[in-house]
C-alpha cells in the first residue's frame, strides 16, 4: 500500500473544499447586524472578500456622533489581497487531490489554519481600532465609553445592540479548517497503521 496517496473520499473532500474556497471569494464573509429603538427593522454591514455591502453608510452617519472613524473599503489593504488568497488555498486543494499527495494535504492544512487565526486576528484589531480610536471632539463622548463591536456574538453599545457572526464566506472557511484537520489526522494515522 502507498503510505504517500490520499483515500479517494480525502481527494473528493479536498476538491469540494477547493470549490468552497471559490465560492467564498464572491458571498459575504461576515455579518454585523445593529438594532436600536430609532431602527427597529435593525441596520446590517456585510464585509465581503474584497467590498462592504449593507448599510454601512447609515452606520458611518451614527458612528460620527461618537467620534468614530467612517468605513470604507478602499482603506483595507486586505480586500486587495483576501480573494487572492482564497483562490490561493483553493488551487492548493485541487493540487493536493490531484497529485494525489498527503505531504501536500499536510501542508495546506497548516498554511489555511495559520491564514484562519491571523484572518480573526486582523478582524479582532480592526474591530478594536474603530471601537477604541475615537475623536475626542464627538458630539457624543461617554468618558471610558469604547464602541468595539464583538468579533463573534452579542455587545450592548450604548443603545444599540450588536451582533457579529460569520456569513456564507465565513461558514465557508471555517468548514474547511475543519475538513482539512480531519482529513489531515486521518490520513496521518492511516498511514502509522500501515508502517
Given at each position: 500500500?502507498?503510505?504517500?496517496?490520499?483515500?479517494?473520499?480525502?481527494?473528493?473532500?479536498?476538491?469540494i473544499?477547493?470549490?468552497?474556497?471559490?465560492?467564498a471569494?464572491?458571498?459575504?464573509?461576515w455579518?454585523?447586524?445593529?438594532?436600536?429603538?430609532?431602527?427597529?427593522?435593525?441596520?446590517?454591514?456585510?464585509?465581503?472578500?474584497?467590498?462592504?455591502?449593507?448599510?454601512?453608510?447609515?452606520?458611518?452617519?451614527?458612528?460620527?456622533?461618537?467620534?468614530?472613524?467612517?468605513?470604507?473599503?478602499?482603506?483595507?489593504?486586505?480586500?486587495?489581497?483576501?480573494p487572492?488568497?482564497?483562490?490561493?488555498?483553493?488551487?492548493?486543494?485541487?493540487?493536493?487531490?490531484?497529485?494525489?499527495?498527503?505531504?501536500?494535504?499536510y501542508?495546506?492544512?497548516?498554511?489555511?489554519?495559520?491564514?484562519?487565526?491571523?484572518f480573526?486576528?486582523?478582524?479582532?484589531?480592526?474591530?478594536y481600532?474603530?471601537?477604541?480610536?475615537?475623536?475626542p471632539?464627538?458630539?457624543?463622548?461617554?468618558?471610558?465609553?469604547?464602541?468595539?463591536?464583538?468579533?463573534?456574538g452579542?455587545?450592548?453599545?450604548?443603545?444599540f445592540?450588536?451582533?457579529?457572526?460569520?456569513?456564507?464566506?465565513?461558514?465557508?472557511?471555517?468548514?474547511?479548517?475543519?475538513?482539512?484537520?480531519?482529513?489531515?489526522?486521518?490520513?496521518?494515522?492511516?498511514?502509522?497503521?500501515?508502517?
Amino acid at each position: 500500500m502507498n503510505t504517500t496517496s490520499l483515500k479517494n473520499l480525502s481527494r473528493i473532500l479536498l476538491v469540494i473544499c477547493g470549490i468552497g474556497l471559490i465560492v467564498a471569494i464572491f458571498v459575504p464573509v461576515w455579518s454585523i447586524y445593529l438594532n436600536a429603538p430609532q431602527y427597529p427593522e435593525g441596520l446590517a454591514m456585510f464585509i465581503h472578500a474584497d467590498k462592504i455591502s449593507g448599510e454601512y453608510e447609515i452606520i458611518n452617519g451614527l458612528n460620527h456622533y461618537i467620534g468614530m472613524k467612517e468605513i470604507h473599503a478602499d482603506e483595507f489593504w486586505e480586500f486587495k489581497v483576501l480573494p487572492y488568497a482564497l483562490g490561493f488555498f483553493a488551487l492548493l486543494c485541487f493540487l493536493a487531490a490531484f497529485l494525489n499527495r498527503k505531504k501536500l494535504l499536510y501542508l495546506v492544512t497548516v498554511l489555511f489554519i495559520l491564514f484562519g487565526v491571523g484572518f480573526v486576528y486582523d478582524f479582532w484589531r480592526w474591530l478594536y481600532d474603530y471601537g477604541h480610536n475615537l475623536n475626542p471632539n464627538a458630539a457624543i463622548v461617554v468618558p471610558g465609553m469604547s464602541y468595539q463591536p464583538p468579533l463573534i456574538g452579542y455587545k450592548q453599545l450604548l443603545n444599540f445592540e450588536v451582533w457579529s457572526y460569520p456569513n456564507i464566506g465565513g461558514g465557508i472557511m471555517i468548514g474547511v479548517g475543519a475538513i482539512l484537520v480531519i482529513l489531515a489526522i486521518i490520513e496521518f494515522k492511516m498511514s502509522k497503521k500501515t508502517v
